[in-house]
């Protein structure tokens, strides 16, 4: 039988390709297709395991696959080229929704590829107004200071779960909750501390954790007037954590009190895209919602709105150390200031 979504745990899967391959099988793929899909992606696998010293295909980010692609040029012609991106690209996107992987690292790889070899172009493009509009049918102040939360940040699904109170710099006079933010938001009042540190199977904060954070660095972003009324309408009624290190979601539903997982977070964006009409059962990443999806509409929206893609780059969390330098130097003036006169509403 086929993989349903959320069925399976990463820790079940020892060879993620060898995986995905049966699962086509079981869909009826023929052999010859299925030979054609694990000869690309074992020669991605060696690829960057040699050129990176990344040993699983759960690891390479966008860079990594930009890299393979790149390397592609002059010894293929780019309809084959084309071709051989869209089975890295299905492949990272059925694991995902699968539940085996977090997030998929082709996503913004095939959005970026010039139009002489990306063979697809067609994608779903929301506007801000539509984003809105679906924003303001999410009545749950968790759901809706989730999706909300991955709208203004652009975090990866893995980096939301793993945040803890002590991320959350925020004056929250409404309400009666205290908490002491971790040593460097002090002075950064109204901020997101997103960590590099957290690792799939890794204790921190006294809790191991089932996500990663897939950041080269730590990054700060801020949090605007527009998500602190979601955040403090979330606050108002978390309950109380049963870990220790406090994440900042938790479960209100069987798991009372539990850090939200990644499927959790995929589950409560896909309930909301369907009745919107933005997910399909067997449709892609072209044409579905999926959290993934926001922080490709955060990277596209904001950078179009700064004209600056280095503080999109910054506040996404994958750039080089050097830029990443500069940007934190300047947080108070140039980040801060230009997310926070450009940033986009998406509630009434």
Known sequence: MATEPGSVTPEEVDDPIAYFLDDQRYHGKSERTLEAYERVLRRFESFVDERF??????????????????????EFEPSTIATYASYLNRFYDYMTRVGVFEDNPMGLVMEELPESIDTNPTRRDLSVPEMRSFVADIGHPLERAVIVTLLKTGMRVGELCNLDMQDLNLDTPEIDLEWMPRVGL???SASLFVSAEPARGSDVNGEQRTASNKRKRDTI????????????????????????AQPLFLDTGDSWGERLTPSDIRYIVEKHARKRGWYRTGGGTQENVTPHYFRHFFTTHLRDRTGDRGIVQYLR?????????TYTHNWGDRVRETYLQHIYTVTA
């Not at 759960?58 to 393979?68: F, I, N, V």
């Not at 801020?222 to 955040?231: G, H, I, N, S, T």
């Not at 969390?317 to 330098?325: E, F, L």
């Open 186 to 188: 002090e002075r950064r």
């Open 53 to 74: 010293g990344v040993d699983s295909v759960d690891g390479p980010e966008r860079r990594e696959c930009m890299a393979w692609i790149h390397s592609l040029r002059g």
């Open 221 to 244: 972003v801020p949090v605007d007037a527009e998500l602190r009324r979601v955040l403090i309408d979330w606050l108002a009624i978390r309950p109380d954590a049963v870990s220790p």
């Open 317 to 325: 969390g994958d750039v080089a150390g050097d830029v990443i330098d």
